[in-house]
Every structure is written in C-alpha cells, then in structure tokens.
C-alpha cells in the first residue's frame, strides 16, 4: 500500500514512550504495510473492532486521532 507512510509510523512507534499509543501505530503502520485488519488484531493481540477505530481515526484525523483521549470525569465527584 504505502510503505513510506508505515515507516514513518513505525519509527513514530519505536520512539513512543506511551504503549497505548505505541500499539496504535503500530496497528496503523501495519494497515498501511497492507496487512488486514483481523490479521493486524491477532498480531497485536487487541480487539478487531480496535484496530478498525484506530484506523478510521488516523485517516480522518492523521496523528492526533491516535492520542490518548481526555479520560471522563468520575460522575461520583
């Protein structure tokens, strides 16, 4: 598909002190090296449905849709 684009996330990856977020890119840089999505969950050992949102967030919103989200408030605060 597009190696220069998995390269440059699997570097991103290998410098990514977050492993939530290494895991993502690493889920994108292989969607780009052209492997399928369940394939891609298997080898990173996460959900199917996952991998489908990471991707579909990078494409709309590039490298800030893989950033941690804002985590929600405890409603018992």
Known sequence: ????????????????????KRIR???VSLFFEGENRTNIAKRLNTARASVN????????????????KPSKADPLD
């Open 1 to 20: 598909m597009n190696s220069e684009k998995s390269k440059q996330l699997l570097t991103l990856s290998r410098k990514e002190s977050n492993a939530r």
């Open 25 to 27: 890119l690493l889920a």
């Open 53 to 68: 949102k990471w991707v579909a967030s990078y494409l709309n919103h590039g490298l800030d849709g893989l950033d941690n």
